[in-house]
């Protein structure tokens, strides 16, 4: 980062106090005397411990573990008919970007290779504004009701009082909420350990909206596919890497950087017509659920490449702040309820992990200038001048006006049933498909393997048979080969309704 750069650790600066006063001696500490009390005057010394006493910040309350890099987003395909975003107006055109991946339970210093959906976090510079691609590596989530996130996050924490974690709080969970079923079975199929942060996807996983000039939108699904490919560890892989070298991602995405071996991916996405959106057979707004390639396929939009390391991990990956409200002009939220929550929460842990102002550091600033009526507040370092801090007669800023309207489809809330945590049997159809036509038996195999080994913890048997009825549900093979494994009886398919029978 521009301000970051200037620091190295050869550049033979000398040795000063905080404001900027040449120091002699680090280890110096004024006392009275030889072995006398220490002096209230020694501002050097007081500063020394007094700063280090406030280094930590709040780690993220999710994705508190990962690593980053900088790099560019290219544009190398005309998206103009379905996006007015300045950053597309040009193919060619590049923009500076920070990516940050992540695990997602564990804390700041937990295993790389956990088995944990991965965070990838894009922020994109625009010259309109920074445009923030939050995303991760599987194309679904484990949720369609945003009430039950902070619900679903802590049985993947630490038990109040054990402060262990615990397979029963965590299957307690999933077997009581069986639309997770899709991401679960993503979660326990190798693509659940990806080897190393490069060789994995992205997906948008909501359906997001892109507005063109002439104020038409489509929905909109985003890939970002690794050019090196999807590559996985297995299960023991992956355990005994969490052993030997817990920060496996970060020195592999590091080293790869280093050595000019550049981490790249191809940027598509998949578009529907709100026309189509009506008919579609799934709820566009219901993140469980995908768009089928063979219907909606992917279009190419750009490139993605990391070249550059971080010269300071505390200032440029740890300060970054993302969030999928960071929206620029031509692309917008669309009513996923989830998405609209995240559209709070993460300005809203910015302000309590970072502070007010954090989108004024370094890292978060946008390269574009930024002028509103927000002022002071603690680390307000870019205050604006003398700008008026209110909307001023005599001196008023420019106003671009918003060119179209997308609120014809405002009511527009999905084929879907009103009760979002309502399970049909259409739930079971993606996962259905992905055990059967997607996996393959080597995939299949893995899959029951890698359950079996975590549902052994279960010491509950009302929990164990309410999640092996679920995939029974997905298919009687896969439940019967965990219960086979596990050395239990086999149950029987969780009872749904018809789609037909849900409340409208
Ligand atoms: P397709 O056969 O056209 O696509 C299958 C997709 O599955 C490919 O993108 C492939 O990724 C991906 N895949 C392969 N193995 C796994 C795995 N272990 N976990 C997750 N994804 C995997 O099928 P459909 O589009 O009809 O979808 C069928 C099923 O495929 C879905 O129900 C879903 O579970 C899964 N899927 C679908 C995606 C979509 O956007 N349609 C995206 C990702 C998964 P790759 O690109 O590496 O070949
Ligand atoms: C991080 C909340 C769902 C992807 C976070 C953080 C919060 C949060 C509070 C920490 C942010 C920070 O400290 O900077 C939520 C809520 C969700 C939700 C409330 C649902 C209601 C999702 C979904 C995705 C996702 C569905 C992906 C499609 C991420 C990523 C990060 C993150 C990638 C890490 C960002 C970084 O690297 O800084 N989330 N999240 N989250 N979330 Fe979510």
Known sequence: MPSNQVFNTKDGATYTTSNGAPYPEPYEAQRIGPIGPLALQDFHHIDLLAHFDRERIPERVVHAKGAGAHGYFEVTHDVTDISMAKLFSKVGTKARTTVRFSTVGGESGSADTARDPRGFAIKIRTEEGNWDWVFNNTPVFFIRDPAKFPHFIHTQKRDPQTHLKDADMFWDYLSQNPESAHQ?????????????????????????????????????????????????????????????????GIQGLFEEIEKGDFPSWTVYVQTMTPEQAEKFRYNVLDL?????????????????????NPQNYFAEIEQVAFSPSHQVPGAEASADPVLQSRLFSYPDTHRHRLGTNYQQLPVNAPVCPVANFQRDGAMAFNNQGSRPNYQSSIQPLTYKSRAYTTAKHEQFIGACVADLSEVTELDFEQPRALYQKVLGEKGRAALIHNLSVHMKGIKSKTILE????????????????????????????LQVKKASEAVQ
């Open 184 to 248: 679960v079975m993503i979660l326990f199929s190798d693509r659940g350990t990806p080897d190393g942060y490069s060789h994995e996807h992205a997906y948008s996983g909501h359906t997001y909206k892109w507005v063109n000039a002439k104020g038409e939108f489509v929905y909109v699904q985003v890939h970002v596919l690794a050019d090196k490919g999807f590559k996985t560890l297995n299960n023991e892989q992956a355990g005994a890497l969490a052993g030997e070298n817990p920060d496996y």
């Open 466 to 493: 309410r999640q092996l009825s679920v995939w029974a549900a997905v298919d009687q093979t896969l439940a019967d080969g965990i219960s086979k494994t596990l050395g239990v009886p086999t149950v029987k398919p």
């Open 288 to 308: 469980t659920k995908v768009w089928p390639h063979a219907d909606y396929p992917l279009r190419p939009v750009g490139k993605l490449v990391l070249n550059e």
